[in-house]
């Protein structure tokens, strides 16, 4: 039998640390430094590829994904070292997706063309307004005008790119956020993640909110009412949600975080990258320092895994659904029941398509767009104890 | 054994806070009964929960040995009495079981409510009462005031009121003094047949029940067979001992001493309060006066948050009853909360300890459902049912009328605050049948509805006055009242433990209240889900919970699916500590929560 992770294939995450200035509103695990010695960084990326590399051999590799952090701040020879690398210890698929995540910037935008001859053939940009005002609220250090810049090098650099927006910022109205994203849509886009403002705990936004300093958030209603005009608006531009978050015309979706979503596999290397990988037919959740120091370290001692914990098979279906609904094409009923100890509930799953949030399309679950909206709720009720 | 002139028992009367404990401790430390370095703070309150609440919730006692000023030696037994509403009865024969009364008054506060009622106790049974003025270490005090407002409330005379620090022990030697001088030695008979009082029991693992008696006349000797006569059992005496406070063996207590028995008996339900205990032959004839069963006045559903705990909540609610005879349960089904019991308490002190104690001690959480008073229903064909609970309330049509509980409530209150003490007994169906002023602080007695006490009345009156009033009450009997039932559905399903007794008058406003709550306290769903109140079948209130709208994760990647999932995993556990109601989950607060009011 074949194991579960090939319904979703392998791919590698590669997770640089560094930024130039923190986000207020990020969670993800960033740091800011002066000096960065690329090239022992690449030495730990190497050696961390072949650690994995003699674990996992013969594996087919479908994707790569520089992420971060800002990736764009890599020398493009730190980037192509990694990819040569990545080549040499794994057989890839023929066409296999390159992505590194870019700052809009104008000296980023200056490595394009530079990361695409190290083999990069997807670029994703964090523009994440297109508004100043509203860039410098969010901390950002570049200017619309800058990421526009970037977005039409990058277009001319690669046949793929994608980029971020933020929504339901501070005093943004459904009206403003519409008008924004068609704009955005405007551009020769293939690909939108579109993140409605989370403020997470431990952030700059998460600490002035819980002094109550935040102010001008949309309320719970209208914040819903730009998830809706946001489904709404990419749909009719031939760019329909295939996640919750994510929207590409048919064919342009990250094959990267599709692995993700449909439970493959994947190598996560880099400080606090996360791994899943089925080794003698056990699926193990990775796991990496998060301090780039104490990665660097843990490198040279032997490995930078900090812990590998053995995934247990109600572990594995509870990860698969919570996945798997994120994306329209759903997940596949058997394959959730060969993993899960207890069958999904029949009445259930009658009672959430009841109410629309649902669908069975003969062997597929799906969230429907409305389901999607309440997932965590749709999530909790299928989940089994 | 000791004669009757050289003995004498007292109890100490005193408001929470007001220092009882600390003088007691003090009383124990002077006469070097405990040595200093086995002291610790309030050595007579054993349980935790009784320290932790600075209340006394079992009787205790202490025997005290005494070289008064004139050379002779005295024992002194004092016991330490329950000091709430709830224990009215224990505390009235603990009084019975003592000649006099040491009255505690904290100088800097005054007299409260609660001191009312007890020093009440203590002069219905004739004590010879000894006025204290406590913490006269603290700035703030003011005996000469306070005496004169003990002269004024309670009528006695506080001329000779003792001057008290219990914390640096000023006057402690004056109050023994006074102990020996002021108060009565007990009277009785050695040659009579044994009389004695069982003043109040508790379960030992080792000893089995332990019997705390105060001997009225003859001997109680070890070995003996005794009969308990409310219902005539016999045991043989198999030890006599008194505390000091830890237990002595004594071979025998005569008339007007106070100790301890065990018989090999097994559940203190077999041994009640104000029992008398008397030879097995030619025993006494004639019973001590005063002795009632334990009656619960109010009553509540006890539900495991965990279905699966229902034989562990079993389990720990026999043991409990096992040693608290005063504690009533009978299994109750809910549709709503599953599995459960109704349980009867003497009030709402009483129900909380119980509670504390059934998830303290045996470690099990529970859904506690509205505490409900006892009603009368009498039935068209006349017979009279008592109502526990009100999901169980006869059909309408049978019922010719129902009774509800009263009492007389006591409030002592700054004037300031007066006006809202007032509009809030008001708003609770109160009828004011006194008001008169102690000084600066009014007095108010009220005849009101049990019901409309005994669930946050307390908690109101203490935020209304900022804490500075005191509150005390007694039953006074049962009145009849225009009263219904009111249901509560949830997405058109009755939660019966939701179901309430409301004046009539009362019910649209009630409901709408416990509509709006229960509006906040339930998630939001998928779906929007409709709560209503409705008495019979008719609608009274209405409000409509919208459904959920947005609850996503915005990213979910690679590195996100284990903190992810951990999340979801302990959000279903909380999830499964609600309530479900058809696809409504409540949450357990819910079910009190809801019928808290806030006016």
Request: glycine share 8%; proline share 4%; hydrophobic share 40%.
């Amino acid at each position: 039998m074949a194991d579960d992770w090939q319904h979703g294939g392998f791919g590698l995450y590669v997770h640089w640390p560094f930024c130039q200035a923190k986000c207020p509103y990020c969670d993800f695990n960033s740091h800011v430094a002066r000096e960065i010695d690329q090239k022992a960084w690449v030495r730990a990326y190497v050696a961390e590829l072949e650690r994995s590399a003699s674990e996992l051999p013969g594996r087919v590799l479908n994707t790569i994904f520089f992420g971060g952090g800002t990736p764009s701040l890599m020398m493009p020879e730190t980037v192509a070292a990694v990819i040569e690398t990545a080549r040499r210890l794994w057989p890839t698929s023929n066409d296999m997706e390159i992505t590194l995540e870019a700052n809009p910037g104008s000296v980023e935008a200056g490595r394009f063309a530079a990361y695409h001859d190290g083999g990069v053939n997807r670029i994703s940009m964090g523009v994440q307004a297109l508004n100043d005002q509203d860039l410098r609220r969010l901390g950002r250090i570049h200017s619309v005008a800058e990421a526009r810049a970037a977005f039409d090098i990058a277009r001319r650099c690669f046949d793929r790119v994608s980029f971020d927006l933020i929504y339901a910022r501070q005093d943004q109205t459904p009206d403003a956020w519409r008008a924004e994203l068609n704009e955005a849509l405007a551009m020769a886009v293939d690909h939108l993640s579109l993140y409605q403002l989370t403020i997470e705990d431990g952030t700059a936004f998460g600490d002035r909110y819980a002094r109550g300093k935040l102010r001008g958030l949309p309320a719970d209603d209208d914040a819903a009412d730009m998830y809706l005009i946001t489904q709404e608006v990419c749909a009719a531009h031939g760019l329909p949600a295939y996640e919750v978050s994510n929207h590409a015309r048919p064919g342009a979706e990250s094959r990267h975080n599709l692995i993700y979503w449909r439970y493959g596999d994947y190598v996560g290397i880099g400080p606090g990258a996360h791994g899943r990988l089925t080794i003698g037919g056990q699926r193990y959740a990775t796991e990496s320092p998060l301090n780039p120091g104490a990665w660097l370290s843990s490198v040279a001692a032997g490995s930078g895994e900090l812990s590998r914990v053995a995934l247990s098979l109600q572990d594995q279906a509870n990860e698969y659904l919570m996945m798997g609904l994120r994306i329209a094409e759903g997940l596949d009923i058997d394959r959730y029941e060969a993993l899960s100890p207890q069958p999904l509930n029949r009445n259930r799953l009658a009672h959430l398509a009841e109410l629309g949030m649902i669908d069975i399309d003969g062997p597929r679950l799906k969230a429907t767009a409305q389901g999607r909206a309440v997932l965590n709720a749709v999530i909790l009720d299928l989940m089994s104890e | 054994m000791t004669d009757l002139a050289h003995i004498r028992n007292f109890s100490i009367v005193a408001h929470i806070d007001h220092g009882k404990s600390t003088l007691a401790d003090r009383l124990i430390q002077e006469t070097g009964t405990v040595q200093d370095r086995d002291m610790k703070e309030q050595l007579l309150d054993s349980m935790d929960i009784e320290r932790e609440r600075g209340i006394t919730i079992k009787a205790n006692t202490v025997r005290i040995d005494y070289t008064a000023d004139n050379g002779e030696h005295y024992v002194l037994n004092l016991i330490d009495t329950p000091g709430h509403v709830d224990f009215a009865y224990e505390v009235s024969r603990s009084m019975r079981a003592v000649e006099g009364s040491l009255l505690v008054v904290d100088s800097t506060q005054g007299v409260e409510a609660q001191t009312l009622a007890n020093v009440y106790q203590a002069i219905d049974a004739n004590h010879e009462i000894v006025p204290i003025l406590n913490k006269i270490d603290l700035p703030a005090s003011e005996c000469d005031r306070v005496a004169e407002q003990i002269e004024d409330v309670i009528g006695i005379d506080a001329s000779g009121a003792i001057r008290v620090s219990a914390k640096t022990g000023v006057g402690i030697h004056e109050t023994l003094e006074a102990i020996v001088k002021h108060l009565p030695a007990p009277k009785g008979t050695r040659d009579a047949p044994l009389k004695a009082m069982l003043v109040d029991s508790w379960y030992d693992s080792y000893l089995g029940v332990i019997v705390l008696v105060r001997i009225m006349d003859g001997v109680l000797r070890k070995g003996m067979r005794v009969k308990f006569m409310s219902n005539s059992t016999l045991h043989h005496v198999d030890r006599i001992g008194v505390f000091r406070p830890a237990m002595q063996m004594v071979d025998e207590l005569g008339p007007g001493e106070i100790g301890f028995l065990t018989a090999s008996i097994k559940q203190v339900r077999d041994t009640r309060v104000g029992d008398t205990i008397t030879n097995d032959r030619n025993g006494a004839d004639k019973a001590l006066p005063g002795f009632k069963p334990a009656q619960p006045v109010v009553f509540c559903g006890l539900f495991p948050v965990d279905s699966a705990e229902f034989e562990d909540l079993r389990d720990a609610i026999e043991k409990l009853a096992l040693n608290d005879a005063s504690f009533s349960y009978e299994m109750e089904t809910s549709a709503a909360l599953g599995f459960g019991f109704r349980c009867g308490f003497l009030g709402l002190l009483h129900l909380e300890v119980i509670r504390d104690r059934l998830e303290r001690e045996y470690d099990i959480e529970l859904i506690t459902t509205a505490p409900s008073v006892v009603y009368h229903v009498f039935m068209r064909d006349g017979e009279m049912r008592e109502l526990h609970n009100p999901a169980d309330m006869p059909d309408l049509s049978k019922v010719d009328h129902i009774e509800e509980p009263r009492i007389k409530a006591t409030i002592l209150v700054p004037d300031d605050y007066l006006g809202d003490v007032l509009k809030l007994c008001q708003d609770r169906r109160g009828i004011q049948q006194d008001l008169s002023y102690a000084g600066s602080r009014a007095m108010v007695v009220y005849d009101l509805p049990l019901n409309e006490v005994v669930f946050d009345f307390y908690d109101r009156l203490k935020s209304v006055t900022k804490g500075y009033a005191s509150f005390d009450y007694q039953l006074t009997g049962y009145r009849e009242d225009s009263l219904v039932k009111m249901s509560i559905l949830v997405n058109d399903e009755p939660v019966d433990a939701l179901s309430t007794m409301v004046h009539r008058d009362r019910a649209e406003a009630r409901g709408r209240a416990m509509c709006e709550k229960l509006k906040d306290l339930i998630p939001r769903h998928m779906f929007k889900i409709p709560i209503q109140a409705a008495i019979g079948g008719k609608v009274i209130a209405r409000e409509t919970l919208s459904a959920l709208r947005k609850d996503v994760t915005a990213k979910c990647y690679g590195g996100d699916a284990t903190r992810k999932k951990k999340l979801l995993e302990k959000q279903k556990a909380g999830k499964k500590k609600m309530r479900q109601f058809g696809k409504v989950d409540i949450p357990q607060e819910a079910f009190i929560s809801a019928l808290k009011m806030d006016s």
